[in-house]
């Protein structure tokens, strides 16, 4: 009988200690960077890949060269996240038009085009991965948030930043 417990229980340790293992030797992501929320420096710099916002609260990012230039001297991966952030943003079907503003803020800030998206709550209709795909971006989703420790700069993750940190 106690044998029937063990093994299952044995299989799900090693599953989450590789996981662990995992996530601790990945690079560290945060999500949700933009000058319009607050980011607290340790994790920016505990980062390897910043998912950069271009245009929250209606403010594109490259009207605030300052903030361009300090987030390039961090000298850290850079991806697209989204164009607005808005609520499940690529669920909805978006065209070139739509995509291309937040590529071309994005470049006017940074001075070279996005090469990976994630889109908010990593939710993301077919049409819409076609559309990445056709602006050569790689698209990171469920399976690279559960393999990298991801923070979030407002700390709104499904974990707090310090989990995260944890595991
Ligand atoms: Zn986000």
Redesign the pocket.
């Known amino acids: 009988m106690k044998k029937k417990i063990l093994i299952p229980l044995l299989i799900i340790l090693l599953f989450v200690f590789t996981l662990f293992l995992i996530r601790l030797t990945s690079p560290r992501e945060i999500?949700?960077v933009s000058p319009e929320i607050l980011c607290e420096q340790k994790y920016l710099e505990k980062s390897d890949i910043l998912w950069i916002i271009p245009k929250f609260n209606n403010k594109s990012i490259s009207e605030n060269k300052t903030w361009c230039q300090k987030i390039l001297s961090l000298n850290k991966t850079l991806g697209l996240?989204g164009v607005y952030?808005e609520f499940e943003e690529f669920n909805t079907n978006r065209n070139q038009k739509y995509l291309q503003e937040g590529i071309n803020i994005f470049e006017e800030c940074f001075g070279f085009k996005p090469e990976m998206f994630k889109p908010?709550q990593l939710k993301i209709s077919n049409e819409n991965k076609k559309l990445i795909k056709g602006n050569n971006m790689k698209l990171k989703l469920n399976f690279n948030q559960l393999t990298h420790k991801v923070y979030h700069c407002d700390d709104s993750g499904t974990f707090p930043n310090w989990v995260v940190d944890l595991f």
């Open positions: 999500d949700d996240h952030h908010p």
